[in-house]
Protein backbone atom coordinates (compact mmCIF):
# COMPACT_ATOMS: atom_id res chain seq x y z
CA UNK A 1 0.00 0.00 0.00
CA UNK A 2 2.67 2.58 1.02
CA UNK A 3 4.81 1.92 -2.54
CA UNK A 4 1.34 2.05 -4.37
CA UNK A 5 0.76 5.62 -2.29
CA UNK A 6 4.02 6.68 -2.92
CA UNK A 7 3.95 6.27 -6.77
CA UNK A 8 0.33 8.11 -6.89
CA UNK A 9 2.18 11.24 -5.11
CA UNK A 10 4.78 11.16 -7.75
CA UNK A 11 2.41 10.76 -10.50
CA UNK A 12 0.43 13.86 -9.01
CA UNK A 13 3.50 15.76 -8.85
CA UNK A 14 5.51 14.89 -12.30
CA UNK A 15 6.03 17.42 -14.84
CA UNK A 16 3.57 17.63 -17.66
CA UNK A 17 5.06 16.93 -21.15
CA UNK A 18 3.99 17.74 -24.08
CA UNK A 19 5.80 15.73 -26.20
CA UNK A 20 4.21 14.98 -29.63
CA UNK A 21 3.04 18.10 -29.63
CA UNK A 22 3.25 20.63 -32.62
CA UNK A 23 2.63 23.51 -30.80
CA UNK A 24 4.57 25.21 -27.85
CA UNK A 25 3.52 24.78 -24.47
CA UNK A 26 3.03 28.54 -23.98
CA UNK A 27 0.39 28.31 -26.43
CA UNK A 28 -1.35 24.88 -24.94
CA UNK A 29 -1.42 26.80 -21.62
CA UNK A 30 -2.84 29.63 -22.51
CA UNK A 31 -5.74 28.03 -24.79
CA UNK A 32 -6.53 26.07 -21.71
CA UNK A 33 -6.20 28.82 -19.12
CA UNK A 34 -8.63 30.97 -21.56
CA UNK A 35 -11.20 27.82 -21.75
CA UNK A 36 -11.49 27.87 -17.67
CA UNK A 37 -11.04 31.21 -16.62
CA UNK A 38 -12.98 32.85 -18.47
CA UNK A 39 -16.84 31.73 -19.91
CA UNK A 40 -15.99 31.05 -23.36
CA UNK A 41 -17.12 28.52 -25.39
CA UNK A 42 -14.53 26.52 -27.54
CA UNK A 43 -15.34 27.53 -30.55
CA UNK A 44 -14.56 31.21 -28.84
CA UNK A 45 -11.32 30.25 -27.49
CA UNK A 46 -10.62 28.88 -30.89
CA UNK A 47 -11.59 32.94 -32.47
CA UNK A 48 -9.58 34.53 -29.89
CA UNK A 49 -6.30 32.49 -31.00
CA UNK A 50 -7.07 32.99 -34.67
CA UNK A 51 -7.10 37.07 -33.97
CA UNK A 52 -3.55 36.25 -33.26
CA UNK A 53 -2.25 34.43 -36.26
CA UNK A 54 -2.72 30.57 -34.59
CA UNK A 55 -4.93 28.44 -36.63
CA UNK A 56 -6.35 25.32 -34.14
CA UNK A 57 -9.76 23.78 -34.21
CA UNK A 58 -12.22 24.03 -31.31
CA UNK A 59 -11.66 20.03 -31.09
CA UNK A 60 -8.13 20.34 -30.86
CA UNK A 61 -8.89 23.11 -27.98
CA UNK A 62 -11.49 20.42 -26.43
CA UNK A 63 -9.24 18.20 -26.42
CA UNK A 64 -6.21 20.51 -24.44
CA UNK A 65 -8.42 21.05 -22.27
CA UNK A 66 -9.52 17.64 -21.28
CA UNK A 67 -5.85 16.89 -20.51
CA UNK A 68 -3.85 19.19 -19.47
CA UNK A 69 -6.55 20.96 -17.68
CA UNK A 70 -6.80 17.75 -15.20
CA UNK A 71 -3.09 17.33 -14.97
CA UNK A 72 -3.13 21.17 -14.15
CA UNK A 73 -5.79 20.77 -11.37
CA UNK A 74 -4.26 17.56 -10.07
CA UNK A 75 -1.14 19.51 -9.67
CA UNK A 76 -2.77 22.81 -7.80
CA UNK A 77 -4.43 20.29 -5.74
CA UNK A 78 -1.13 18.94 -4.47
CA UNK A 79 0.24 22.61 -3.55
CA UNK A 80 0.48 23.55 -0.34
CA UNK A 81 -3.06 25.46 0.52
CA UNK A 82 -4.08 26.78 3.59
CA UNK A 83 -8.21 26.84 3.63
CA UNK A 84 -10.20 28.60 6.45
CA UNK A 85 -11.53 26.88 9.18
CA UNK A 86 -15.38 27.81 8.18
CA UNK A 87 -16.88 25.85 5.70
CA UNK A 88 -20.01 26.47 3.54
CA UNK A 89 -21.53 23.54 2.48
CA UNK A 90 -24.16 23.63 -0.52
CA UNK A 91 -26.02 22.18 -3.01
CA UNK A 92 -27.89 23.09 -6.49
CA UNK A 93 -30.10 21.31 -8.68
CA UNK A 94 -28.80 20.88 -12.36
CA UNK A 95 -31.10 19.51 -15.11
CA UNK A 96 -28.88 17.28 -17.55
CA UNK A 97 -30.73 15.29 -20.37
CA UNK A 98 -34.13 16.19 -18.59
CA UNK A 99 -32.97 14.56 -15.29
CA UNK A 100 -32.23 16.45 -11.90
CA UNK A 101 -28.85 16.10 -10.92
CA UNK A 102 -27.46 17.71 -7.74
CA UNK A 103 -24.51 19.81 -7.64
CA UNK A 104 -22.58 19.58 -3.86
CA UNK A 105 -20.16 22.29 -3.17
CA UNK A 106 -18.34 23.34 -0.54
CA UNK A 107 -16.24 26.40 0.05
CA UNK A 108 -14.67 28.46 2.76
CA UNK A 109 -15.27 31.63 4.39
CA UNK A 110 -12.55 33.40 2.13
CA UNK A 111 -14.70 32.17 -1.09
CA UNK A 112 -11.70 28.98 -2.50
CA UNK A 113 -13.74 26.12 -3.20
CA UNK A 114 -12.79 22.76 -1.30
CA UNK A 115 -14.37 20.52 -3.51
CA UNK A 116 -17.44 19.26 -5.43
CA UNK A 117 -19.59 17.01 -5.97
CA UNK A 118 -21.87 15.76 -8.62
CA UNK A 119 -24.68 13.22 -6.83
CA UNK A 120 -28.32 11.89 -8.90
CA UNK A 121 -29.38 12.42 -4.74
CA UNK A 122 -29.91 15.08 -2.08
CA UNK A 123 -30.20 12.89 0.80
CA UNK A 124 -27.91 12.00 3.43
CA UNK A 125 -25.95 9.55 2.30
CA UNK A 126 -25.09 12.10 -0.51
CA UNK A 127 -24.01 14.59 2.18
CA UNK A 128 -21.86 12.22 4.00
CA UNK A 129 -20.24 11.60 0.72
CA UNK A 130 -19.27 14.98 0.36
CA UNK A 131 -18.29 15.16 3.94
CA UNK A 132 -15.98 12.08 3.61
CA UNK A 133 -14.26 13.47 0.53
CA UNK A 134 -13.89 16.68 1.91
CA UNK A 135 -12.17 15.45 5.44
CA UNK A 136 -9.92 13.27 3.24
CA UNK A 137 -8.87 15.48 0.69
CA UNK A 138 -8.33 18.92 3.68
CA UNK A 139 -5.49 18.55 6.06
CA UNK A 140 -7.72 19.84 8.90
CA UNK A 141 -11.26 19.57 10.46
CA UNK A 142 -13.90 22.93 10.04
CA UNK A 143 -14.16 24.93 13.23
CA UNK A 144 -17.51 25.71 11.90
CA UNK A 145 -19.82 24.23 9.66
CA UNK A 146 -22.35 26.30 7.93
CA UNK A 147 -25.23 25.09 5.60
CA UNK A 148 -28.42 25.66 4.39
CA UNK A 149 -31.54 23.77 6.55
CA UNK A 150 -31.61 20.61 4.93
CA UNK A 151 -31.82 17.65 7.34
CA UNK A 152 -29.61 15.62 4.88
CA UNK A 153 -26.41 17.76 6.55
CA UNK A 154 -27.21 17.05 10.21
CA UNK A 155 -28.31 13.55 9.59
CA UNK A 156 -24.87 13.03 7.50
CA UNK A 157 -22.86 14.04 10.44
CA UNK A 158 -24.24 12.29 13.66
CA UNK A 159 -24.25 9.00 11.74
CA UNK A 160 -20.29 9.65 11.04
CA UNK A 161 -19.72 10.70 14.62
CA UNK A 162 -18.49 14.96 13.47
CA UNK A 163 -18.61 17.03 16.56
CA UNK A 164 -17.66 20.62 15.29
CA UNK A 165 -20.21 23.33 15.40
CA UNK A 166 -22.91 23.14 12.51
CA UNK A 167 -24.99 26.28 12.23
CA UNK A 168 -27.87 26.06 9.75
CA UNK A 169 -29.48 29.22 8.31
CA UNK A 170 -29.95 30.29 4.73
CA UNK A 171 -28.90 33.80 5.51
CA UNK A 172 -25.61 32.73 6.61
CA UNK A 173 -24.52 30.56 3.63
CA UNK A 174 -24.76 33.22 0.70
CA UNK A 175 -21.18 32.57 0.22
CA UNK A 176 -21.60 29.11 -1.07
CA UNK A 177 -25.01 29.58 -2.93
CA UNK A 178 -22.90 32.56 -4.42
CA UNK A 179 -19.89 30.41 -5.46
CA UNK A 180 -23.00 28.62 -7.28
CA UNK A 181 -22.86 31.42 -10.05
CA UNK A 182 -19.83 30.69 -12.72
CA UNK A 183 -21.20 27.26 -12.92
CA UNK A 184 -24.62 28.94 -14.05
CA UNK A 185 -23.02 31.13 -16.61
CA UNK A 186 -20.88 28.13 -17.76
CA UNK A 187 -24.23 26.29 -18.52
CA UNK A 188 -25.36 29.09 -20.67
CA UNK A 189 -22.25 29.10 -22.75
CA UNK A 190 -22.05 25.27 -23.45
CA UNK A 191 -26.04 24.96 -24.14
CA UNK A 192 -26.09 22.44 -20.81
CA UNK A 193 -23.78 20.00 -19.76
CA UNK A 194 -23.93 16.64 -21.66
CA UNK A 195 -23.16 14.62 -18.36
CA UNK A 196 -23.18 14.04 -15.00
CA UNK A 197 -19.38 13.22 -15.94
CA UNK A 198 -18.83 16.07 -17.91
CA UNK A 199 -19.85 18.63 -15.37
CA UNK A 200 -17.61 16.81 -12.62
CA UNK A 201 -14.59 16.78 -15.12
CA UNK A 202 -15.37 20.56 -15.99
CA UNK A 203 -15.27 21.77 -12.41
CA UNK A 204 -12.97 19.78 -11.42
CA UNK A 205 -10.84 22.15 -13.39
CA UNK A 206 -12.56 25.15 -13.26
CA UNK A 207 -12.96 25.91 -9.69
CA UNK A 208 -9.10 25.13 -8.96
CA UNK A 209 -8.27 27.41 -11.66
CA UNK A 210 -10.35 30.12 -9.95
CA UNK A 211 -8.66 29.42 -6.62
CA UNK A 212 -5.40 30.27 -8.16
CA UNK A 213 -6.58 33.90 -9.59
CA UNK A 214 -9.51 34.24 -6.43
CA UNK A 215 -6.85 36.84 -4.47
CA UNK A 216 -6.15 39.00 -6.76
CA UNK A 217 -10.08 39.94 -7.31
CA UNK A 218 -11.41 41.82 -4.02
CA UNK A 219 -10.85 44.06 -1.55
CA UNK A 220 -7.29 45.17 -2.96
CA UNK A 221 -5.91 48.38 -4.12
CA UNK A 222 -4.32 48.08 -7.57
CA UNK A 223 -0.84 47.82 -6.58
CA UNK A 224 -1.76 44.76 -4.52
CA UNK A 225 -3.76 43.62 -7.01
CA UNK A 226 -1.08 43.69 -9.67
CA UNK A 227 1.13 41.81 -7.14
CA UNK A 228 -1.40 39.10 -6.46
CA UNK A 229 -2.41 38.74 -10.68
CA UNK A 230 1.79 38.26 -11.01
CA UNK A 231 1.76 35.70 -9.11
CA UNK A 232 -1.19 34.11 -9.88
CA UNK A 233 0.19 33.80 -13.41
CA UNK A 234 3.57 32.66 -12.03
CA UNK A 235 1.80 30.02 -10.38
CA UNK A 236 -0.21 28.65 -13.57
CA UNK A 237 2.57 28.82 -15.38
CA UNK A 238 4.47 26.58 -12.73
CA UNK A 239 1.12 23.84 -12.31
CA UNK A 240 1.32 23.95 -16.53
CA UNK A 241 5.06 23.57 -16.46
CA UNK A 242 5.18 25.98 -19.48
CA UNK A 243 7.93 28.41 -19.74
CA UNK A 244 6.12 31.69 -20.11
CA UNK A 245 2.69 32.94 -19.81
CA UNK A 246 0.77 34.40 -22.43
CA UNK A 247 3.49 37.27 -23.08
CA UNK A 248 5.31 35.94 -26.40
CA UNK A 249 1.61 34.88 -27.67
CA UNK A 250 1.25 37.31 -30.66
Known sequence: MKQKAKAHHTDINAAISYAGYRFPPELISYAVWLYFRFPLSLRMVEEML??????????????????????AARRIRARPAAFGDKWHLDEVVISINGRKHWLWRAVDQFGCVLDVLVQSRRDRHAAQRLMRKLLRKCATTPRVLITDKLKSYAAAMK??????????HKGLNNRAENSHQPTRVREKVMRRFKSARQLQQFLSVHDQVANLFQHCRYNVNAAEKRTKRSQAFAAWQGVTCANTFGAQIA
Open 159 to 168: DMGLRFEHRQ
Open 50 to 71: AARGIEVTYETVRRWALKFGQQ
